[in-house]
Structures are given as C-alpha cells and as structure tokens.
C-alpha cells in the first residue's frame, strides 16, 4: 500500500487525489510521503532504545517457573537465569514477568481451624448424624465472617484457591 502511494505521488498526483484513489486518509498519505522524502524507504524502521537483555527462551524459562510454584521469589528467578548466563536485576524481572500478566501478590492470610475446632465440629457432626429433619429446619446456622459483596465478584484466581476465609460457624439449635 506505501509503495503505491508513492509511485502514484511520483506520477504528480496530490495528496487529496491519493487519497481518494486508495481510500486512505490525507494524513495518512502526507505521513508515508514525508517518510519516504526523509528516509528513502516505507517500511518500517527500528525502534530506538536498548535491546531487551532477557531473551524470548528466558522468558518462556521464567514463565514456566512462575506457573509452577507462583510462590518464587524474582531473587530466586535470578539466580535460576544467572545458571543459564542471563544477569539482569530482580526488578526486570518483575516488571517481563508483569507484561506476561504474572503480578506479584501476597498470599491470603487463611486462619486454619484448631485442633479444638476439628474435634468440636467433628463432636457435633457425630452427636447430631441421625437427627430428624424437625430438628434441622429448628436450626439457626449463623456465620460471623464478614463478607464484602461488592467485591464479591473480583474473589476469583490463584489467590482463592485455598479457602481464605476464616471458619467460624456457630450453630444455635431450638430444642
């Protein structure tokens, strides 16, 4: 397409005739002939700036030990990449690993029920196995977990696999 905009141009046709011909915009046109009188080509030219120093089998290194245990740390991926002679700072790393769409968090804080809790719930399961259904409709089961729903709907991903939440579950019976 720049190709024929400049063979066009060099016929002595305007922009505005180029333009119409090829239905392009008259910027667009203007921009591809300037680049043409500045340059002497079209196509696209190189992008100024340093070369990245992780290379795409670094990369896909990194991205497949991140997937694997999501709980390593960017020094440990450096070491792992200074194995294969790649040093670059731990800062680099986070910030390939984050294009990759690989964001660092911290964990979710899961309180774990104690000891006391299992054999209690476990008391109760086993106490109550073959009550009647009066007695469980005469059941109040309340949760004092505290739960945010408007953000209800963004708890989704690695970091709610494990349950996050801390199990307190109180049961009031009417008897």
């Known amino acids: 397409m720049r190709t024929e905009v400049i063979e066009i141009y060099q016929s002595g046709k305007g922009y505005k005739a180029i333009s119409k011909a090829l239905g392009l915009q008259r910027t667009t046109v203007r921009a591809i002939i300037h680049k043409w009188q500045k340059h002497g080509t079209v196509v696209n030219l190189p992008r100024s700036g340093r070369p990245t120093k992780i290379?795409?089998?670094?990369?896909?290194r990194l991205i497949r030990e991140v997937t694997k245990d999501p709980r390593t740390t960017a020094k440990e991926l450096q070491a792992s990449l200074a194995s294969i002679k790649v040093s670059v700072h731990d800062s680099t790393i986070r910030k390939r690993l984050g294009k990759n769409g690989l964001h660092g968090r911290f964990p979710r804080r899961k309180p774990l029920l104690s000891?006391?809790?299992i054999r209690a719930r476990l008391n109760f399961a086993k106490?109550?196995?073959n009550d009647c259904q009066d007695f469980w409709e005469n059941t109040l089961?309340?949760?004092?977990?505290?739960?945010?729903y408007n953000?209800?709907?963004?708890m989704s991903g690695p970091k709610?696999?494990?349950?996050?939440?801390?199990d307190s579950l109180q049961v009031i019976a009417n008897a």
């Open 160 to 166: 709610f696999l494990q349950s996050a939440v801390k």
């Open 127 to 129: 106490k109550h196995l």
């Open 55 to 60: 290379t795409p089998r670094a990369q896909r």
């Open 115 to 117: 000891k006391k809790n």
């Open 141 to 148: 089961w309340t949760d004092e977990t505290k739960l945010n």
């Open 151 to 154: 953000n209800f709907a963004k």
